[in-house]
């Protein structure tokens, strides 16, 4: 089962940021997280993940609160084009191991 | 910017016959893995492989699945005797795996498939 948490669905206005929250409570020390997305029945595309710093990249950002219990995905600036499921995955290191996805955040960009 | 793709996208077929998935991972990854979405339910994982051999693999991986990575480029999954409930989309996956932090799985477009 998946270890994390999202609200079922959000809404965000076209050009504002999207601020997605996850909690996983359970997290381990070695436990990365990890944030895909879904458009319609596409392939997960991968976004951005980290262990306990916050990151940035071209697509996100992610903030990772200071006990790790919790992080948000930042959407900069929110395009009809980032309408989409939103996944956060809590994922071991150190072996090859699987994605557990849950069933995400519905994020729905609008004009 | 490299990518994982996926043939057919759409395999229509009967109950009982078999059916191979292919998949071309990213071309330096070592690591691959095959998932599945019914329709309207998450996304499950199946199986990953590695070196040649399964590294870990789901209930759901039973004897009527196999996978497969024949040359240096493709990567297959199998399933014997297709069911009804086999009806799914079907992702594959890949990971380059260095280390912890190049340990990110790129996914293809996914193959539908349909038993009818």
């Known amino acids: 089962d998946a270890k994390t948490t999202q609200p079922p669905s959000m809404d965000c206005a076209e050009g504002r940021a999207a601020n997605l929250p996850c909690n996983h409570s359970t997290i381990s020390g070695n436990e990365y997280v990890y944030w895909y997305r879904q458009i319609h029945s596409q392939g997960p595309q991968y976004i951005i993940h980290g262990l306990k710093n916050n990151e940035t990249n071209e697509m996100a950002s992610l903030i990772i609160t200071e006990d790790r219990k919790s992080s948000t995905l930042i959407l900069p600036h929110a395009t009809l084009r980032d309408t989409a499921v939103y996944y956060c995955i809590v994922r071991e290191t150190g072996t090859a191991s699987k994605l557990t996805f849950g069933t995400g955040t519905r994020l729905q960009v609008t004009l | 910017e490299p990518e994982v793709t996926q043939t057919p996208s759409h395999q229509v077929t009967q109950m009982g016959q078999e059916v191979i998935l292919r998949c071309v991972p990213i071309?330096?990854?070592?690591?691959f893995y095959w998932y599945r979405q019914i329709l309207g339910q998450k996304v499950e994982f199946l199986v990953s492989?590695?070196?040649?051999?399964?590294?870990?693999k789901s209930e759901i991986f039973d004897d009527q699945f196999s996978v497969e990575r024949p040359d240096g480029s493709n990567f297959t999954l199998k399933i014997r005797s297709t069911k009804l409930e086999d009806s799914a989309m079907y992702f594959c996956?890949?990971?380059?795996?260095?280390?912890?932090?190049?340990?990110?799985?790129?996914f293809g477009p996914g193959t539908r498939l349909t038993v009818l």
């Open positions: 996956a890949s990971s380059l795996r260095l280390s912890s932090s190049t340990d990110t799985q790129y």
């Open positions: 071309s330096n990854h070592l690591y």
């Open positions: 492989f590695y070196n040649n051999e399964i590294s870990e």
